[in-house]
């Protein structure tokens, strides 16, 4: 597009040219993908709701958490082991945590403590022989406290490390087998969600007005119910909650609203669903790999015995609910519904896609190189071909070295490039062309009938009609002349090369002693009447009459030779014919400048 442009080119409208194939199969396959294509569409607008402007939810969550459980432990006191009963309520076994989260306890280790020395548990970063073997004043991140540089009795022949902490230290040692905490399976917990869309100014929650305070979560009897039993959950995620609690895991809670706003088809109710969110695969289940399912923490209650200050280190197992809340709310909006109409209409393109790949493979010459005699597929090809001629049309780049050239004697017309030129047209092969196919709708308005008059004499612009007759071979004709008619060229050496071309390949009578040419090239009456076809007022002097005949006569033998357009404005004219157009048009100093490129 130009740079710049005249003011009557901004109101101007362009489209494109279509080409219509009436076609039984052709067309049957374009309104079955279109049907199909249809189809899709509207299920697609109805089922996913795409005439609805869509909002993500702000969502709120709180949770309350109920249960009570018996712990039995066994106690040493005095020498005797001794069975302690201990009741957890909901202040004992739940922790609050930041987020939409809660925990549970399920399993715990204590450890009475209080401030001293003492030796740390035995591993391999504190065994020790000797003093030498603990650094005064040196602690570890893993450590329980800070060394004070003296190697002491653990337990029997284990030596350890000094430490100053709390006394004595934690004990590495597994989880309690089973959980002390496996009633917590019948734990259930209530979950309020309050949600809110802003854009839609509509706001709701999971608890309904009229909610029964005595209902438990089921999938199918009571999927609206907010309260869930903790084993319940397990169970439909297909785990053990006795397993779990040993040593803990992370469990997710999810609620989905999905909700329709519009007032005639209103819903909006949460749809809730579990999954296991800790890596439930990993094989290593020891206490002390990072790789095992397990969730973990620990915390201390302090009191004072005897004005000494104490405290009991529990390091609690458990399971931590993260509840996860996601959806969005849509309502309708005509804006929404235009735009996804817009962009579901270029589906429909599809089966124009669909249908030019058939034309263009079953078109090609791979194509037809691999079909046999007398199948359908040959017949295939061939209507395809027609179809993808009056299709398409190739071009090439309009570069000046552009050259085609026509020989009588072949079907097709050769290609050459100037460039590539070191010799005469006449000996050099190019690439083949297929010649167009001929459209003789500008030919039936030549006044082909009509008998050019009788010459007047002193008139040399009335001329008699060319023979059918072959001429003879003169002695003068170049070498490379097929017809013996073509003479040497006058132009300089350097571009002599474009005019050393013969009507033909090989020998053979010139094409100008045919009746075609000399009716639709060499009639003046034919030519005066294109020229006047084209220029209705034309005034034809006697000075002008040759010079435009000339040329108008080469473009017609270069239409008729050439065919397309395209071809005929790079196409150049045999010697034979160049010399015997200027014979009958001559110009008065005898000088002509030759082929000239139109770019």
Request: hydrophobic share 30%.
């Amino acid at each position: 597009m130009p740079a710049c442009c005249i003011y009557s080119d901004v109101f101007q409208y362009e489209t494109n040219k279509v080409t219509r194939i009436e076609s039984m199969n052709y067309g049957t396959i374009k309104w079955l993908l279109h049907m199909i294509v249809f189809s899709y569409v509207s299920f697609a607008l109805v089922k996913d709701k795409l005439y609805q402007r869509k909002e993500p939810l702000i969502s709120s969550v709180h949770t309350k958490v109920k249960g009570v459980a018996e712990v039995r432990e066994e106690i040493l006191e005095n020498g005797i082991k001794k069975e302690v009963r201990r009741v957890f309520d909901t202040a004992d076994y739940t922790f609050l945590l930041q987020g939409n989260s809660f925990f549970v306890m399920t399993n715990f280790l204590e450890t009475g403590q209080k401030q001293g020395r003492c030796p740390e548990h035995p591993d391999r970063r504190t065994h020790c022989s000797s003093d030498r073997n603990c650094k005064e004043g040196w602690m570890d991140p893993q450590s329980k406290g800070i060394q004070t540089g003296r190697c002491v009795v653990y337990e029997g022949n284990h030596k350890t490390c000094e430490v100053s902490a709390w006394c004595p230290t934690e004990a590495t040692k597994d989880a309690p087998r089973p959980a002390l905490l496996t009633s917590a399976e019948n734990f259930t917990v209530l979950i309020k969600n309050n949600i809110d869309f802003p854009g839609h100014n509509y706001t709701t929650r999971n608890v309904l007005p009229d909610f029964n305070t005595s209902c438990i979560f089921h999938k199918i009897q009571d999927p609206l119910c907010p309260i869930f039993r903790l084993g319940d959950i397990f169970r439909e995620t297909g785990d053990n909650f006795s397993e779990m609690a040993i040593q803990g895991g992370i469990m997710g809670i999810e609620i989905h609203w999905d909700c329709n706003l519009d007032s005639w088809f209103h819903h909006c109710r949460p749809k809730y669903s579990f999954r296991r969110l800790d890596d439930r695969t990993a094989n290593d289940s020891s206490y002390m790999s990072p790789r095992s399912p397990s969730y973990n923490f620990r915390y201390a209650k302090y009191y004072k015995e005897n004005n000494v200050e104490k405290r009991t280190l529990i390091k609690v197992f458990g399971i931590r609910f993260d509840i996860l809340v996601f959806g969005c709310g849509g309502k309708f909006d005509v804006i929404q519904l235009i735009l996804n109409i817009g962009s579901t209409l270029s589906y429909f393109g599809l089966a124009t896609v669909f249908i030019d790949f058939l034309i263009n493979t079953y078109s090609s010459k791979c194509c037809r190189s691999h079909v046999y005699p007398y199948c359908k597929c040959c017949a295939c090809c061939a209507v395809n071909e027609y179809y993808y001629r009056k299709k398409c049309e190739s071009i090439v780049e309009p570069k000046p070295t552009l050259k085609y050239v026509s020989f009588v004697d072949e079907l097709h017309i050769r290609r050459v490039d100037q460039q590539l030129l070191g010799r005469s047209l006449q000996d050099v092969k190019g690439e083949k062309v297929p010649r167009p196919l001929m459209d003789f709708t500008d030919l039936s308005r030549l006044p082909l009938s009509l008998q050019d008059p009788t010459p007047i004499p002193g008139q040399p612009e009335q001329i008699q009609l060319l023979s059918a007759e072959a001429t003879t071979r003169p002695g003068n004709s170049p070498g490379w002349c097929q017809c013996g008619n073509c003479l040497p060229s006058q132009l300089p050496e350097r571009r002599r090369s474009l005019e050393e071309l013969c009507c033909r390949k090989k020998p053979g009578a010139c094409i100008t002693t045919s009746e075609p040419f000399g009716k639709l090239i060499l009639s003046r009456r034919a030519l005066q009447f294109l020229l006047l076809y084209q220029e209705p007022l034309l005034v034809l002097d006697v000075e002008s009459t040759n010079s435009r005949l000339r040329h108008c006569a080469y473009r017609c033998y270069t239409t008729w030779r050439f065919g397309s357009q395209d071809l005929a404005d790079f196409g150049i004219l045999p010697s034979c014919c160049r010399w015997r157009i200027r014979r009958e048009f001559p110009k008065s100093d005898g000088q002509y400048s030759g082929f000239k490129s139109p770019y």
